[in-house]
């Protein structure tokens, strides 16, 4: 089993930062990618940004030139640095990591909230 823990959410004021952490553990044999999703009320889950292995990332729209997505090979953890946040961030912030000969969905954090305020 693996689990994730993740870690950072919370209130913030537009225009104001968050760093979001999501740290593996358990039975992992190697890591490939790593990503963070969010869900706001009422809407589909969406892609935020992904990181793989080698460290190549992609990301939405909506979020590039604000979020920053990193990751710790050796700790197993995944960041979601967050700046110029918008009150459309709000939303449920979930960690996703794949793993060698693991679900070809991965595994899925928890969820951490994320609130901005106008």
């Known amino acids: 089993q693996v689990q994730l823990v993740e870690s950072g959410g919370g209130l913030v004021q537009a225009g104001g930062s968050l760093r979001l952490s999501c740290a593996a553990s358990?039975?992992?044999?190697?890591?490939?990618?790593m990503g963070w999703y969010r869900q706001a009320p009422g809407k589909q889950r969406e892609l935020v940004a992904a990181?793989?292995?080698?460290?190549?990332?992609n990301g939405a729209d909506s979020v590039k030139g604000r979020f920053t997505i990193s990751r710790d090979n050796a700790k197993n953890t995944v960041y979601l640095q967050m700046n110029s946040l918008k009150p459309e961030d709000t939303a449920v912030y979930y960690c996703?990591?794949?793993?060698?000969?693991?679900?070809?969905?991965?595994?899925w954090g928890q969820g951490t909230q994320v609130t901005v305020s106008s």
């Open positions: 996703n990591v794949r793993i060698r000969y693991g679900p070809r969905n991965g595994y």
């Open positions: 358990g039975n992992i044999f190697s890591i490939n990618d």
């Open positions: 990181i793989t292995s080698g460290g190549s990332t």
